[in-house]
């Protein structure tokens, strides 16, 4: 496609359940990226995959987080057991290149996760 | 590891006046840093990034950013503000793995 697209866009759900956050990257980033922005807090880096190689895994807050990315492409972020701090904006982005070493990074709009 | 502080929360400027976002940046060695934008309802875009050679960086919508290794700023500027570059922005700069470090960001309000 012609950019980042993440859905669902907006996500309310009950304290305890699971969700399922969706990123189709541009095509031909082997980069992916999730982050995490809550209200104040700027932009929390979360996940990171490259290509076949084993994910960044270190900004996750906790073991409810997880996230998979299948054959190089479209990833997807779990949260187990949701909690209301989990309540943020959810941003994806791919980029060709590394971020480290000045690849742009393209963003989606992010999914609007509300844990009531 | 690496940080990036954004000094100012909000910020109000009158249409056609000039502007400058601050961002300071720690890091060891020359970093790469970049500036975004985040309009209401949209994705984050790049505006400009800043690697190594002229200090003095030029990106889209008429947006600079001045890279100052003795002060550890790289602070962006717009020399007249339109009412459309009300937004959110964002300095970041790349760490040590693989993965940006946002400030948390800058609201510019612009009044008529």
């Known amino acids: 496609g012609a950019g980042v697209s993440q859905s669902p866009s907006n996500k309310v759900t009950e304290k305890g359940k699971d969700v399922e956050l969706r990123c189709d990257p541009i095509s031909g980033h082997t980069a992916l990226y999730w982050y995490r922005q809550s209200l104040g807090q700027g932009l929390e880096f979360l996940i990171y995959f490259q290509g076949n190689s084993a994910p960044d895994k270190s900004g996750l807050p906790s073991d409810r987080f997880s996230a998979e990315r299948t054959g190089g492409s479209v990833s997807t972020l779990t949260i187990q057991r949701t909690q209301q701090e989990d309540s943020a904006v959810y941003l994806c982005?791919?980029?060709?290149?590394?971020?480290?070493?000045?690849?742009?990074?393209?963003f989606g709009e992010g999914s609007r996760l509300t844990v009531l | 590891a690496q940080s990036v502080t954004q000094p100012d929360i909000h910020i109000t400027v009158s249409e056609g006046a000039s502007l400058e976002l601050r961002c300071n940046y720690s890091y060891g060695a020359t970093p790469y840093l970049f500036w975004y934008v985040q309009s209401p309802g949209q994705g984050l875009q790049l505006l400009l990034k800043y690697f190594s050679g002229d200090t003095l960086v030029q990106g889209i919508k008429g947006f600079e950013a001045e890279f100052k290794r003795s002060q550890s700023s790289f602070n962006l500027r717009k020399p007249s503000v339109h009412w459309s570059d009300a937004a959110e922005y964002f300095c970041?700069?790349?760490?040590?793995?693989?993965?940006?470090?946002f400030g948390k960001g800058t609201s510019l309000l612009v009044t008529p």
């Open positions: 982005a791919s980029s060709r290149g590394l971020a480290r070493t000045g690849g742009e990074l393209f």
């Open positions: 970041a700069v790349s760490n040590s793995g693989y993965a940006l470090n």
